[in-house]
């Protein structure tokens, strides 16, 4: 998504700043060109040789420094730049832009930028919630800005409340999603459901796979980007739900069947990305079992999701996932007819770097008419995008 983009990094004097130095990094692994441009306050939190270093990029932060190319500096930056983040904003320089004030580097070339503009407010919660403050962000909204509202919680100051920058992974993920140009699932509801299920025997054994569920949040967080609401059921997994998705937490395949039941209906393409178990133990202990008593275990199947939603889908598009380590277009394309879904991916566990806890994915898409699309192996979150090309498209 910022692969060879410019974004231009203003930092603001205040306690944050030191989160824009992570957030720098981190554009600058997504693939950006990350020019910084301090206010003099600024400096005295963070040394612009942090961001330098970081960056790998001359840090501009006074207005009359010696050009280090021959142009104006301030014009140049706000040409080059794809977008335009202030990390932390205060309240003087939320000020400052809503009053066309230009009187340092930075409020002067934001003043000449023409690209998207994306302010992540922090500061203590009395002046956060200060009506001039509200009246200027409102007013920088309505012009077009756009605001990552702060996070709540204990502040620097000691305080408790709103003001608090968020943490530079949830900042990395609302750029991408403000600089995402497909917005072609606004009005859409998305269901996703992600990650494997355990079956308890006892209270401290269960059944379960290795799915990591990466697949099913990228899945998740592309179709928010584009504008969908989304909700995700989700198993259990050590992942951080993406930026607002509304998330349902469950355990079991019973958990999952009954959250995925309840829900379906309202949403108008639903994508089961999640590995259910099979069987569960027909018994579940209160207490844990000795070794002796477990020697065997009787099994019974679980209900089956991808099934009981095909049957009442009427004009909802359903995706499905199928995973096989041998025959696998032949047991893919066999589950799509059995089960009445519109598409299965095919995921081929026995790809090198794909499949269980792999950041990227090996896939054919199998279609309702025989089709056969096999797509590279590619990141889950690119991937998850190419998906949703074909549901728009279906």
């Known amino acids: 998504m910022l692969h060879g983009k410019c974004i231009v990094l203003g930092v603001c004097g205040g306690i944050a700043a030191y989160k824009a130095a992570d957030l720098a990094s981190k554009l600058v692994k997504a ?68 009053g066309g004030i230009a009187d340092d580097m930075l409020s002067t070339t934001v003043m000449a930028a023409r690209c998207p503009v994306i302010l992540a407010p922090a500061m203590n919660t009395g002046m956060y919630e200060n009506p001039i403050v509200q009246r200027n962000m409102d007013l920088l909204k309505n012009l077009g800005y756009h ?18 920058l968020p943490e530079p992974l949830v900042l990395l993920e609302q750029i991408e999603n403000i600089l995402c140009l497909q917005k072609d699932l606004i009005g859409k509801r998305v269901l996703v459901t992600a990650g494997p299920t355990r079956e308890f025997i006892d209270p401290v054994r269960y059944i379960s796979n290795p799915s990591s569920g990466k697949m099913g949040y990228a899945l998740a967080r592309a179709a928010h ?31 999952m069947y009954q959250a995925v039941m309840e829900q379906y209906q309202s949403h108008d393409i639903i994508i089961k990305a999640a590995a259910v178990g099979d069987f569960k133990s027909k018994h579940h202990y209160e207490h844990k079992c000795k070794k ?12 089956d999701i991808l099934r009981a939603i095909c049957r009442n889908k009427e004009k909802r598009l359903v995706v499905g996932f199928c995973m096989e380590t041998q025959d ?36 054919t ?30």
């Open 31 to 98: 693939g950006a060109r990350v020019p910084v441009i301090m206010t003099e306050h600024a400096t005295k939190f963070v040394a612009p040789l942090t961001f330098q270093t970081l960056t790998d990029q001359p840090v501009t932060t006074q207005m009359f420094d010696a050009p280090i190319h021959w142009n104006v500096e301030h014009i140049s930056l706000a040409k080059q730049a794809d977008a335009f983040v202030i990390v932390p904003a205060t309240a003087n320089i939320i000020g400052k832009i809503a």
């Open 147 to 164: 605001i990552i509202m702060p996070a709540t919680g204990h502040l620097a100051c000691g305080d408790e409340g709103a003001g608090k």
């Open 225 to 255: 980007m584009r504008g969908a609401e989304v909700t995700l059921v989700s198993g259990p997994v050590a992942l951080q739900p993406p930026y607002g998705v509304q998330l349902c937490p469950v355990c079991s395949a019973d958990e």
């Open 292 to 303: 002796d008593q477990l020697q065997t275990i009787e099994l019974e199947k679980n209900e």
């Open 328 to 363: 696998l277009l032949q047991y893919a394309y066999q589950k799509l007819l059995d089960k009445g879904a519109d598409m299965i991916v095919a995921n081929d566990l026995t790809a090198q770097e794909a499949g269980f806890q792999s950041d990227n994915n090996t896939v």
């Open 365 to 394: 898409i199998v279609y309702r008419d025989g089709r056969k699309e096999a797509l590279d192996n590619m990141p889950k979150l690119t991937l998850a995008h190419a998906i949703l090309d074909r549901c728009v498209n279906k």
